[in-house]
């Protein structure tokens, strides 16, 4: 397994001794609660990922309380209350949600996988828990759970279940890649409203820091999508450089041609050392001043020099919920904006593991999220962690092994091409 000794992967054995855990715990504690009325769940995924060793790639368990004891199970019970089945991949994006009690999160979580998924891969639910009290605890164990739960290490088989195999050979091929309607109009709304708070309550037009302004962004932050692309061009372990908000209105762009490698020494290396996904918030037209990107100049491994021009350069188009994320040191600008309106864009910027970011890093989100968080804020790797007594060798194999699975997969995905 690819994990700390404190997450877990999905439906591993691991997983599964944690949930007795809590539930047998939990069922104690809330033994008034619960009134002894029985309950019982199951749930079972197909196409799991194969280092996972799944019979027929199918992880499955369930839970039975009789109203005293708790049985937890590798199988799963045809005849429990509540049973869920769908794909694995889905299935884990949603175990990794964190605040499932809070109202209306589950219906935005489910909208949100139908934004990534597709309405074919989400979780089929049927039956349910009569009991308040039975629903409240095994939201509870959603939450304890998805704090420790990572995501799949499988870059190959993750990047298929998401359908960006073809993205991510874009990406190598072209230095960028769009990923259209990654998350859902209500969703992108909710963002801009939260990015517009934001910049208004600082009164300016530009805003770093933009993960510690509210729970959409953090949420934004751990689009699985967005997580794939970064994990295939910057490796696993890479952290938050920035993440900002700007705010535009009519006229000339004015971010001029550049790429996003400060201080990179030229020629550029080979491999990618930065990433930057930016989130379109309304539709992105020529007109609206998208982002002009040069497919292809991240080759040259250079920046570009004053008075160079922009030939060969394709205005970013893309409905409102897309994302576009370009990497390698790939030429590109803040296009004009001939149209009224504003263009609120976030941008989200990150760097390989063993570079420095520009943002300090803030640890105050971690407890209502997954590791997934943790890993872009560099809590899972070795770095600026040794101690008087050490190295933090735990943490340097995890990423090392990581590293290695991720570069396997990664060849892959561009050899099968
Ligand atoms: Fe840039």
Known sequence: MFTLPHQFEFLSDAWLDEARRFLERETVQRK?????????????FINAPPHMTCADNVAQWSMR????KVTVAREFDENADQRIEGDYQAALTAAQFVGLLAPGAM????RELRAVYGKDRLPRIAGSLPDPQANELMGHLHDHLGRRTVENPDLAHRAAAQGLTANIREMEETGYTVI?????PDFAEDVRHATLRALSEHNTISLQWMLYHGREIELLALNPKMMTLIDASLGRGAVIASLSAIRKGPGPGFIPNHTDYSHVPEPYPEFAMTGVGVWALEDWTAASGPTW?????HRMRRAPRPGEGHNGGVPIEMPKGSAVYFTSG????QGDRTEPGERVT???HYNRGILRSLEPKKVDPLH????????????DDWFDKMAGIGRDHVRFQHMLQLHKFTDQKKREILETA
């Open 32 to 44: 008034d609660r619960l009134g002894g009325r029985p309950f019982s769940v199951a749930e079972r």
């Open 65 to 68: 309380y009789d109203g005293d």
């Open 107 to 110: 219906k935005a979580m489910l």
């Open 180 to 184: 259209e309607k990654a998350i859902s």
């Open 293 to 297: 990107i040069i497919p292809g100049s």
């Open 330 to 333: 790939v030429w590109h600008w």
């Open 346 to 348: 976030l941008h989200m």
């Open 368 to 379: 209502r999220n997954p590791p997934r968080l943790g890993e872009m804020l560099g809590e």
